[in-house]
């Protein structure tokens, strides 16, 4: 046998017109002399070396398979690079863009990284990532999100899973300013501002603003927090106010604004003059027809001496009505004031009582003595009666 030596390549057909496409023929046989120099067989490529472009027939017709710099063409194209984008023709778009089998492609590689994911754009073109089996998103090195049990890890976002291991990157949601520091274990902040951990384990703060909290753990902390540090350990702590909703309104709006809330005061007199310690105005002091039922714990102490003490407890009932000559207050039986106290000779007092602007108790200090006020008061109402 003889040894055979050859280079073989294959030409193209090529046209050099600017702006010039192939085309298809109207017969199928290009010696019949009513071809074109632009027509091609199906399955015969053509190059325009002026343009950079590509095309090859199939039996769809003429398809471009790539451009140099332009979007524009006549010709039917699969890809456009139009600089700096490559962009799916109006021709060949589909409804999906698919792999060749079932999780056969990934998109990007961990060296070679896709740049942003644009999604949706309107309300009836909403985005959905489908994830079948579970989803994970992480970073580099870490986990962020997973669901349906999908991973045990040290992901701070866990749905529908099982996993009960530490957490080195605690979960913030919607949250500003927030610190978590020291051996953090479990924590989770919700629509936060200005939250500093340290040292916690399972605590929880929501809806909290310059909460400190330090050396606790099994701690659930809600609302405001005064810049104080909790350190008391399986409890909930309620910041600013409390509410406790437990009835909805029955139609008749009297149960509206009807929660039981809890509030604390303070206040320091140095003189004997009356002063409001817990104001609770009314719901309305234009209409009236409002009914208030408060209880109170009041403590005072002289800053100098921890042994002059006045204690007391209190409640009242209170109610604003109309009558043809205009809002008249009532004070419903007896306010109960029951007081225990340590001071001599002139001693401190408090009292509660009702005015145009709402229910008041109200502390009288003694002139030589520098007294310091806390009131923990609660109360709830019946509004909108005729």
Known sequence: MSKIEQYSRIINHAISTNGTVFTVPTSNDHTDETWLATDLYIGELGVNVTDDKVYVRTSNGIV?????????????SLFIFDSPDIEIAATYSANSLSPNGLYYSDLGTTSNR???LNLGGSATTIGTIDANGGLIVKETSNYILVTNNAVSSDAPIEIDTSSN?????VLNLNSRYVINSGSTNYNVTIASQTVTMNDASKAVVIA????????????????KGYSKQSLESDQITAGGSLAIRGVDDDGSTQYLNSDWIT??????????????????DWYDAALGGEV?????????????DASLIYSAEISGVYSIGGTASGLVLYEIGTPIVLEFCSF???????????????VKIKAQGTGSNTIQWLCSYSYHRLINIV
């Open 208 to 223: 909290g603003e310059n909460v400190s909290i330090d050396t606790l753990s099994n701690v659930v902390h809600l609302g």
């Open 165 to 169: 291991v530490n957490k080195d990157r």
């Open 263 to 280: 509030k604390q005061s303070k206040l320091r007199t140095s003189n004997a003059l009356i002063t409001d310690l817990a104001d609770i």
């Open 292 to 304: 208030v039922q408060v209880k109170a714990h009041v403590v005072a102490t002289d800053i100098a």
């Open 64 to 76: 471009q398979l790539t451009t140099g710099s332009t979007a524009s063409s006549t010709a039917a």
């Open 114 to 116: 896709w740049k942003n």
């Open 344 to 358: 001599t000779s002139t001693i401190p007092t408090v009292e509660i009582g009702s005015d145009a602007a709402g």
